[in-house]
């Protein structure tokens, strides 16, 4: 992108090695709006890091004297947005200059060349928004053309964490636990090392919110380790499968069982992290495993 000169003011595309100048000036914005950054200014750093490596993701910066003092943010979405008709639109994600430099027509400059931007990644429209309270970006919108399509107040309630506990399988919560089951694989047998196992007479725990099961786990002893045969959590994100896999560790420990394995497909790459990140290494890679299965 050209460089630009207006009013003694150079404006230019930011490249990586701006990382820590826009950050600033964006941890700034935040703190000008007066509310509380959702990021730490570490944790903003890593995101826009992030940017850099998304082409759909461009920072645009104001230099006085070759000293930065605004930035515009822009971003192409294609999610839908209040007002938009557009499949793909431009984003105005942020727009700031420092006090001491404002009125004079530099954030205008900023919005001008992310929309120039975003109409040269073939986008007919740019959407934007700004906090209700926020009188001077309000102001600022309408003024540089930007209509308002919506008012919105969103609204939130803290939770409590949900409260369950881990119970062994007995009988009235197989019949629970078999229903999950069945919608996931639709059948009672599972077939795993060459053989069907019945997952009906299988030893397990499940994961219990009041009187609801909100995860399972089901496991086997034999030739010396003890195997998870199915996991699977209800709920998502709260600690239900780790629970129950250190609960069936405690297990295998209590019957002078020192190995604990288990078995996935190898583009379930979610799972595969998810058992390194509790001490899981992979022993063994089989081929066709899952055509034999079948």
């Known amino acids: 992108m050209k460089i630009l000169m207006e009013n003694q003011i150079l404006y230019r595309k930011a490249k990586r090695q701006d990382i820590e100048v826009l950050t600033g000036l964006l941890f700034l914005l935040y703190n000008d709006e007066g509310q509380a950054p959702d990021l730490s200014r570490e944790e903003l750093l890593e995101e826009n ?61 900023l919005v001008k060349i992310t929309e120039r931007w975003a109409a040269m990644n073939g986008c007919r429209e740019i959407a934007s928004d700004c906090l209700l309270e926020n009188t001077d970006s309000y102001n600022f919108h309408r003024k540089i053309g930007y209509k308002e399509t919506e008012r919105c107040i969103f609204f939130v309630k803290s939770l409590m964490p949900l409260d369950y506990e881990i119970q062994p399988a007995c009988d009235a919560l197989r019949t629970k636990i078999q ?14 090392n060459g053989k069907l196992w019945d997952s009906r007479t299988m030893p397990g725990y499940a994961a219990v ?33 780790t629970a129950l896999i250190e609960q069936v560790k405690q297990i295998a420990k209590e ?16 799972a595969i992290r998810f058992y390194q990140r509790r001490g899981f290494t992979i022993r063994e890679i089989r081929i066709d495993a899952m055509e034999v299965a079948r």
């Open 49 to 109: 890091k992030k940017h850099f490596s998304d082409t759909n993701q461009a920072f645009f910066l104001a230099l006085a004297d070759g000293e930065p003092v605004g930035i515009s943010h822009g971003s192409l979405r294609r999610e839908y947005i209040n007002g938009t008709n557009e499949d793909l639109k431009g984003y105005l994600e942020a727009i700031y200059v420092l006090p001491e430099h404002r009125l004079g027509g530099i954030a205008h400059e």
């Open 255 to 270: 019957a002078g069982v020192d190995k604990v394995i288990v078995q996935t497909s190898n583009d379930n790459t979610h």
């Open 209 to 241: 919110c009041g009187t609801d099961v909100i995860g399972y786990l089901l496991y086997e002893f034999h030739n010396g380790v003890c195997e998870i045969m199915v996991l699977e959590s209800v709920v998502q994100n709260i600690g239900i499968a």
């Open 179 to 192: 229903a999950i089951l069945s919608d996931t694989w639709g059948f009672p047998l599972l077939a795993i």
